[in-house]
């Protein structure tokens, strides 16, 4: 077995226990291996274990934004709210693909939402300048706290429960889960 096939076969368990019902689950497989690819060619951490680190991380991003979706849509416009404030009735969406990569990034990642979402390879390749991104702006916070411009945008790192989620999300994937050799 090849390491994208092992760190692959990891990412799909994990896919499988996090999400079993979903309608797109025939998906798993080949978005696992697309992440996997990922994480082996361009880790998002260095040393023992940063293909791992980074597929745990992909995989707490793709389940908290889109449920494993490859093809996920949100960020809605509300067209109509009722009388507790609950949207009604939801209008065009405005993030796309697994990542729920905002159409406002579309231009400095050099993408579209056709190509994020009818190349599920493009929608990781996106993700992961995000997610460096973060990475980037947060340095300075706590490990917990890198993924908050992912999660929030704008021009600074604010600490945010979204991002401090995702973060804890990863280290639970990545510690939780048996170990897989593939570096």
């Keep these: ?6 760190l692959a076969a990891w990412i799909l368990r994990v896919m499988l226990d996090q999400e079993p019902n979903a309608p ?5 497989q080949s978005s696992a291996d697309v992440i996997a690819q990922s994480a082996v060619d361009e880790p998002l951490f260095a040393g023992e274990g940063g293909a791992r680190k980074t597929a745990s991380e992909f995989l707490s991003i793709g389940w908290f934004e889109g449920r494993f979706n490859p093809r ?4 809605h416009d509300c067209l109509k709210r009722d009388d507790a404030g609950k949207c009604v009735k939801k209008g065009a969406p405005h993030s796309w693909c697994m990542f729920q990569v905002s159409d406002g990034n579309f231009e400095w990642l050099r993408t579209t ?3 994020i979402q009818g190349d599920f390879k493009e929608c990781v390749r996106v993700a992961r ?16 706290d890198r993924l908050g411009w992912y999660a929030r945008g704008g021009d600074g790192c604010a600490e945010n429960a979204k991002g401090k989620h995702r973060a804890l999300k990863s280290g639970w994937i990545f510690a ?6 593939v570096e």
């Design 1 to 6: 077995m090849t390491k994208y096939a092992i």
């Design 24 to 28: 797109w689950k025939d998906t798993y």
């Design 72 to 75: 996920a849509e949100g960020d």
């Design 113 to 115: 939402r056709e190509k």
């Design 129 to 144: 300048v995000m997610i460096r991104q973060s990475h980037t702006v947060c340095r300075g916070r706590a490990k917990e």
């Design 176 to 181: 939780h889960y048996s170990t897989v050799e």
